[in-house]
């Protein structure tokens, strides 16, 4: 699909143009200002909701229902109120630690599954990948139910108070270790650019493929390994329906499931001022994240074609 | 794993050749995904093949019914309804976003200070995937929101959106729309590869703008604009999460009069019996599950034959 002769780094970035298109007349037109011009209108649209986030959730509830963007009074409190009722700091924690398993896990299950199909020789191997790629369009509602019945009958000994793995984060978790379709493509590309010279070297001395694979792949492929650890982090962090269906203890809550306490505790009309600065901090992370590894997210998404949602 | 060390010379042995050393290495590293194709995918699919034909509540065992659950979903109106909500939604949601989204694209195309600031920009809210982003698209397309807000200064009086069964889906619809980040981006990588020669050459021909980026680069676009629809719609038959949270405590009837009634949130409410009989319906739910991906595979069945007609793809070079 894309383009695997040049080197990895430049491959991880988005298929690349040709230089010439460097020398194109930097020249102003109406057109490029009437474009910018309505580039910069959608800009502000599209920050407009997170700006309206930020200022509701420093307002009063007297203030809540004017249209002022600057809250009048300015009321901080609000993101102490909010986190002063449900078990905060525990889902922060369970968020937490299911989050970097489940990223840990997909890291390395995809990039063993992608170093097979970029870099070793096997007679199946190039059914095997496109029985991978099939897989990226399988909707995932098929397996929900059956998924959740296994959940319900894998025995968990116990673990985190179940006797079966529902109620616990097994569910969450386990099947990270088990690579992610997407994920592999991505890797396998990023691999294949990886020039055969080095790792031949090291075979010829000796080197196991394992070896091969965590000394010199692994290290070489640390950008693409990148993008993937901020795509699973968000994935993890945001996951709503896995909660939903798998933790039924409030102890065991995400934030995402946390979240919804507000709407059913005041009796269907939420306190939406505590409502924003919840989710502000909720989503704050990876919010974060995007700011400090945008490249990673923009050409991660070129290359695999997630959309994110 | 690390027994694998291969001893650099053992050329007496004739068996383990490299060739097999290669097959069996080539097989040990796909494993982990292999077993979870096995346990969690392929596996589960079977099975619920299987619950389909049967009333399953998870503690007792699945009893046997044959038919009974696809007859009794034929004559199901919330299934109807789910079933309606959602094509609904694809019909309407997947050329809007096309358009757009191709739209912006083109935009970003163009040379100009500040396109990758714009590109960050239209590009993060597809980072906020969890329900806090629901929450708050909920809270501006309120009745009294900030959106209605912007509709008064055009002199429009905004309908209830969320509230109002008749709003409910183009408010979703809205909504959506700040999510187009993701595929705008694909755009715009298969735009930024439309080599540079070819608009020359047709400028040099006296091409006008416009039929320049009607016989150029929208035939070259195409198989980006073919994996996005079929993607999208995929997505946009599995929409659960921002119905269930827009509906809030309706979720179990799929909110105001049904309206957000979607086929999975219906799913989700049957197999864990929020609605029908009291306790899970795993048999019925399987059943529902096992109709929405054979609609998927037809439609994207059909999508891929037809295909051919509108996708261009470039000879192999």
């Not at chain 1, 695997?4 to 109406?30: H, I």
């Not at chain 1, 203030?63 to 102490?80: E, H, K, M, R, T």
């Not at chain 2, 979870?36 to 619920?48: K, N, Q």
């Not at chain 2, 408010?171 to 715009?188: A, P």
């Amino acid at each position: 699909m894309q383009n695997t002769a040049v080197g990895p780094v430049e491959q991880l970035r988005a298929p690349s143009a040709p230089k010439e298109r460097r020398r194109t007349r930097k020249q102003f037109t109406l057109g490029k200002l009437l474009a910018w011009l309505v580039l910069a209108g959608l800009a502000i649209l599209w920050l407009a909701p997170l700006a309206w986030m930020i200022s509701t959730s420093l307002k009063t509830p007297q203030d809540l229902f004017g249209y002022n963007w600057i809250p009048n009074p300015v009321a901080w409190a609000n993101y102490i109120d909010a986190f002063s009722f449900g078990m905060w700091g525990r889902w922060g924690i369970n968020t937490f630690v299911i989050t970097i398993i489940s990223m840990t896990g997909v890291i390395f299950s995809s990039a063993m599954v992608a170093y097979s199909f970029a870099r070793l020789r096997w007679r199946a191997r190039d059914q095997v990948f496109k029985l991978v790629l099939a897989t990226m369009m399988l909707p995932s509602v098929v397996t929900l139910i059956p998924q959740f019945i296994l959940f319900a009958k894998l025995p968990a000994f116990g673990l985190q108070g179940s006797a079966v793995w529902v109620n616990t984060f097994l569910p969450l978790t386990v099947p990270a270790f088990t690579a992610n379709a997407f994920y592999i493509f991505l890797l396998r590309q990023f691999m294949r650019g990886i020039p055969m010279e080095l790792t031949e070297a090291a075979k010829i001395d000796g080197a196991s493929e394992f070896r091969v694979w965590r000394s010199i792949i692994i290290p070489l492929s640390k950008p693409a390994l990148a993008a993937i650890a901020i795509f699973a982090f968000q994935g993890a962090w945001q996951d709503f329906m896995g909660p939903l269906i798998y933790l039924q203890s409030e102890r065991l809550y995400t934030l995402q499931i946390g979240l919804r306490q507000y709407e059913f505790a005041f009796g269907g009309s939420p306190a939406w001022n505590w409502l924003m600065a919840a989710s502000l901090i909720v989503m704050l992370p990876v919010l974060l994240i995007f700011l400090a590894f945008q490249r990673y997210f923009i050409e991660g998404v070129t290359i695999t074609g997630m959309g994110g949602r | 794993m690390t027994t694998l060390a291969t001893p650099p010379q053992h050329p007496k042995r004739t068996w383990w050749t490299k060739s097999r050393r290669d097959e069996l290495n080539g097989w040990l590293f796909v494993l982990p995904w292999l077993l979870g194709l096995i346990v969690f995918t392929a596996g589960p699919m079977l099975f619920s093949l299987y619950a389909g034909f049967t009333r399953y509540n998870i503690t007792t065992a699945p009893e046997w019914i044959g038919l009974q659950n696809y007859q009794a979903i034929v004559q199901d109106d919330f299934f109807w309804k789910a079933l309606y909500n959602t094509f609904w939604m694809v019909i309407v949601k997947t050329p809007l976003v096309l358009l757009l989204s191709l739209g912006i694209a083109l935009l970003l195309n163009v040379e100009m200070p500040g396109e990758k600031f714009f590109r960050s920009i239209i590009y993060f809210p597809n980072v906020l995937s969890g329900i806090a982003a629901v929450f708050l698209w909920k809270w501006i397309l309120a009745p009294n929101g900030l959106f209605n807000r912007g509709l008064e200064f055009f002199g429009i009086s905004g309908p209830g959106w969320f509230v109002d069964p008749t709003w409910t889906k183009p408010g979703m619809v809205i909504m959506g729309m700040w999510w187009i980040g993701g595929g705008i981006l694909i755009y715009l990588a298969a735009l930024k590869g439309i080599p540079r020669a070819l608009y020359e050459a047709a400028e040099l021909d006296g091409a006008t703008q416009w039929r320049r980026t009607l016989h150029i680069t929208l035939p070259l676009l195409t198989p980006a604009i073919f994996f996005e629809i079929v993607t999208n719609i995929i997505g946009t038959f599995q929409i659960f999460t921002t119905a269930y949270v827009l509906s809030g405590t309706d979720a179990a009837t799929g909110g105001p009069g049904q309206s957000m009634l979607f086929y999975v949130l219906y799913l989700y409410n049957r197999a864990f019996g929020r609605v029908g009989p009291a306790g899970f319906q795993m048999g019925y739910a399987s059943a529902l599950a096992w109709i929405l991906f054979v609609i998927i595979l037809l439609i994207t069945l059909i999508q891929l034959a037809l295909a051919n007609r509108w996708v261009y793809y470039e000879s192999e070079g």
